[in-house]
Structures are given as C-alpha cells and as structure tokens.
C-alpha cells in the first residue's frame, strides 16, 4: 500500500518543485543583473572622496597682495577637468558676488597665442586669466598646479598641462589662483625692474569682485563633480590680512 501511495505522489510533487526551481533560479539571474548594473551605474556617477584644505592669504609670489591656495591632503585624485570651482561672497550690503570656474574646450581647427611664440589650442574666451605685460599678452586657465620653478605660460617647463582643466589633482599636490587673477591692479616695478608698469586680468577672474573683499570677509568655495553633480570640497574661507 505504501508503494502505491509513493507513485501516486510523484507526478504531483514533481511540476511544484520544477516551478520553484525556476522560480528561484529567475530570482538569482534577477538579482545578478542588478547588482551588475547598480555596479555600473556607482561606478560611472562616483563623487571623488578627498581631505581638501582651501587658504585665502597673502601672497607669497607678489608681496602684500592674495592669493587663494588649495592643498590636497589625500584621498581619491581629482580630474579638474570634470570639475566646476564655485566661489561665493556677500559684501557688507548685502550683495552677492558668484563666479563659476570650468575646464576651458579644446579646438583642433583655432590655435592661438597663450604667449609670445607659445601656442594653444584651448577656446580662448573660456579661459579665465589674460593680462598684458610690456605689450605681451598671456592666458591661461586657474588655478593652476604648482610646480616648483614653473609657472603655467613662462615659455618654460610644463605650460597647458598646469592649466586648470588640463592636471590630476592629487595627494600632495598644490593649485593655486594667483593675484593677477583676482582682478587686482599690482605695480610690478619692485618684482620685475620695470618702471612702473601695471597689469591686470582682463578675464572673468575666479573670485568676482575680489578687489572689494576686506579682511574677516567670508568667501564660500566648492567643488563640484560635473558627472556626478556631487560636492567634493565646501570650505567657508576667512579672509586673511
């Protein structure tokens, strides 16, 4: 009687168990599928994590004038081409100053001159500091890397590649918007021997309206990852004498 109960039972038994196993084998291939694609999707819109410190101070390069400095401490490298530096200030009426920083676009049918006999091929209206110097013309894009014994448009060393736009920042790195592009008038007489001769950048500069920024002011700076619309960096900035 027992073996005639088993066969009985089997034809039922089996089409249940057929149908979980699929059922369980659909939710696995499910569940791979989206672990993959949520893989996917993380990696492409990751906000780069950095230890960032950010220093609006006097200027080390030309004497009693600013110059705001970003250290990197650590953490992910930061392509600064996929990068927006957003600088915010309000002044004593209440008006509020706002600039925009990006990676300046690369034509490949216009070249210009950065500086005398030094060629580019980066949208010239995009980049953020022009000035003229004994009748010379330079551009170039800040903040820059700083590199020991070299500046971004010297006619020497590394040029474009310190442009912001164009450099990794990483661990241990230095970038810097120096005053020529604040917007500021500087008599270079005392730096560079030559009488009396003034210069100032004729661009957007970095920071709006820096020239009427007063000791205690407070300047808001943020990185912004262009894929990822993620903060990287938000700092509250004292203005130093």
């Known amino acids: 009687m027992s073996t005639k109960m088993?066969?009985?039972?089997?034809?039922?038994?089996?089409?249940?168990?057929?149908?979980?196993?699929?059922?369980?084998?659909?939710?696995?291939?499910?569940?791979?599928?989206?672990?993959?694609?949520g893989g996917l999707v993380d990696n492409k819109d990751k906000t780069p994590q950095a230890s960032i410190d950010a220093i609006l101070t006097?200027?080390?390069?030309?004497?009693?004038?600013?110059?705001?400095?970003?250290k990197h401490l650590g953490g992910d490298p930061i392509n600064t081409k996929n990068v927006q530096l957003i600088t915010t200030w309000t002044n004593s009426t209440g008006v509020t100053n706002y600039q925009r920083t990006s990676a300046p676009s690369y034509n490949d049918t216009t070249s210009f001159e950065y500086r005398s006999g030094s060629e580019s091929n980066y949208t010239l209206s995009e980049l953020?500091?022009?000035?003229?110097y004994n009748g010379t013309d330079t551009y170039y894009?800040?903040?820059?890397?700083?590199?020991?014994?070299d500046t971004p448009a010297d006619?020497?060393?590394l040029e474009t590649e310190l442009w912001?736009?164009?450099?990794?920042?990483?661990?241990?790195?230095?970038?810097?918007?120096?005053?020529?592009?604040?917007?500021?008038?500087?008599d270079y007489t005392a730096i560079w021997g030559s009488g009396g001769v003034q210069s100032e950048n004729e661009a957007t500069p970095v920071i709006k309206n820096f020239q009427y920024l007063t000791e205690n002011d407070i300047?808001?700076?943020?990185?912004?990852?262009?894929?990822?619309?993620?903060?990287?960096?938000?700092?509250?900035v004292n203005v130093r004498g």
Not at 21 to 36: D, E, N, Q, R
Not at 141 to 149: A, C, D, F, S
Request: net charge neutral.
């Open 155 to 157: 006619g020497t060393g």
């Open 128 to 132: 953020n500091t022009h000035y003229s």
């Open 164 to 186: 912001w736009g164009n450099y990794i920042f990483k661990s241990g790195d230095v970038a810097k918007i120096s005053t020529t592009n604040m917007g500021l008038e500087k």
């Open 219 to 236: 300047l808001n700076v943020k990185l912004i990852d262009s894929l990822s619309g993620g903060t990287i960096y938000e700092k509250n």
């Open 141 to 149: 894009n800040e903040p820059y890397l700083v590199v020991p014994g």
């Open 6 to 37: 088993k066969g009985r039972m089997d034809p039922a038994v089996s089409p249940v168990v057929g149908v979980l196993l699929m059922l369980v084998v659909t939710i696995i291939i499910a569940a791979v599928v989206s672990g993959f694609a």
């Open 58 to 70: 006097q200027s080390t390069t030309f004497g009693n004038e600013y110059e705001l400095v970003f």
